[in-house]
């Protein structure tokens, strides 16, 4: 089960008080959504979205709750399409969910023996598989670059072009040097199959034209690339006012609760 993390910090960035709508982008397995739905009772309503159509189909029915199967990159179109407006506040809990690591079967962690897919939407053409199997050096090593931060990018792309065809984690996993950590590797291969920076950027700029004035906007970021494009966009945005200067991390105790929390960062906007 995902364990939403930053729960208390969320509630207190968003502020969601009874009879107001909120959206989440990525209600997943409506975490935080439960406390929201619960501050806006009686008749305030959530807009969750979920682009992985197997976590979609486990969201339980829920009295003023709307959930839809989509990507919050297209967040302007199903909020018209739904007509939920006024809208006070937006969450994004970004990345995957301990559910994409745990049961998917899909090449997330390279700590079990799967097929490289890594895709959230399992409609969507592009694999981990067909990156590392037919994406020419130079752009592998880019994106282990760009996205892992990888030092040895150069290195681990070389071995990726001499070892094809490479099917499973495991066998990627052999690729990377000694002492090298598969997680930045694994990582940008994520990001690079999900586009996850680019649909953050779109998604950003939905969310600002979407909102009330006065809604909030609130970011839960878990890599230091996602949480510098969320501050300046924050910084450079007008129509926004910063609510929390320095991103806020989990307490200690969350952490040992919950360890998956402990690279989480929140950021909180307000629409002036
Ligand atoms: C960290 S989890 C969110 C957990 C949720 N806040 C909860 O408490 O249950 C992130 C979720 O966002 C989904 N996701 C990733 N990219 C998305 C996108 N572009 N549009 C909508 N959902 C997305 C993932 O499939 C994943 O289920």
């Known amino acids: 089960m995902h364990v939403p993390v930053l729960k208390k910090e ?37 807009l969750g979205i979920e682009i992985d159509s197997e976590i979609f189909k486990n969201i339980k029915p829920k009295e003023r709750l709307i959930a839809v199967n989509d990507s919050y990159v297209n967040l302007k179109q199903i909020v018209e399409k739904n007509n939920f407006k006024p809208v006070r506040g937006i969450l994004f809990d970004l990345g995957m969910s301990s559910w994409h690591i745990d049961e998917s079967g899909r090449g997330f962690s390279f700590l079990k023996d799967e097929p490289l897919d890594m895709r959230y939407n399992v409609s969507q053409s592009l694999t981990a598989q067909e990156i590392v199997n037919k994406w020419p050096q130079e752009q592998i090593e880019n994106i282990l670059k760009e996205y892992g931060e990888e030092r040895l990018a150069k290195t681990i792309a070389k071995r990726i072009i001499a070892a094809r065809p490479i099917k499973t984690t495991f066998e990627l996993k052999r690729l990377i040097p000694g002492k090298t950590k598969p997680a930045r590797t694994f990582q940008a291969l994520r990001m690079a199959v999900n586009n996850e920076l680019n649909n953050l950027k779109i998604g950003l700029q939905q969310a600002v034209d979407i909102l009330e004035k006065g809604g909030k906007i609130a970011v839960i970021s878990f890599h230091s690339l996602e949480d510098r494009i969320i501050k300046n966009f924050f910084k450079n945005n007008n129509s926004l006012q910063i609510i929390n200067k320095k991103a806020i991390k989990p307490s200690k105790e969350e952490i040992n609760i919950n360890y998956r929390s402990r690279s989480a960062k929140i950021r909180g906007a307000v629409k002036k």
């Open 10 to 46: 969320v509630l207190e960035i968003l502020g969601p008080q009874p009879n107001e709508n909120f959206i989440d982008a990525t209600i997943s397995e409506v975490g935080h959504t439960g406390d929201i739905l619960e501050r806006i009772a009686p008749n305030g309503k959530v």
